[in-house]
Nanobody, 121 residues
Framework: QVQLVEQGGGLVQPGGSLRLSCAAS????????MGWSRQAPGKQREVVAAITSGGITNYKDSVKGRFTISRDNAKNTVYLQMNSLKPEDTAVYYC???????????????WGQGTQVTVSS
């Protein structure tokens, strides 16, 4: 059993910052790409940022220069530092990870339960 537990959401004013974290635990052999997705009310879920096990990052265009994704492989944890937040960043943010639960097993996608981020004055 694999769990992804997110922390760090909340209410912040426009221009403010938040840091999300997500720790993976359970039956884990290897963790490959980790990332963050979000879903705003009435909109489709979208990928915000991703980071490979080697540290290569990728971002949605609208968050480039404002969000930074990082990971601590020793702690099986991924972070999302969000600066200069805008009202349009309001959404439920989900942690994602490609995890192999056994040596040589095909990686599967795992998702966290989501954490609400609200940007409002």
């Amino acid at each position: 059993q694999v769990q992804l537990v997110e922390q760090g959401g909340g209410l912040v004013q426009p221009g403010g910052s938040l840091r999300l974290s997500c720790a993976a635990s359970g039956s884990i052999s290897s963790i490959y790409t980790m990332g963050w997705s979000r879903q705003a009310p009435g909109k489709q879920r979208e990928v915000v940022a991703a980071i490979t096990s080697g540290g290569i990052t990728n971002y949605k265009d609208s968050v480039k220069g404002r969000f930074t994704i990082s990971r601590d492989n020793a702690k099986n944890t991924v972070y999302l530092q969000m600066n200069s937040l805008k009202p349009e960043d309001t959404a439920v943010y989900y942690c994602t990870a490609d995890i192999s639960v056994d040596y040589g097993a095909t990686p599967k996608d795992f998702w966290g339960q989501g954490t609400q981020v609200t940007v409002s004055s």
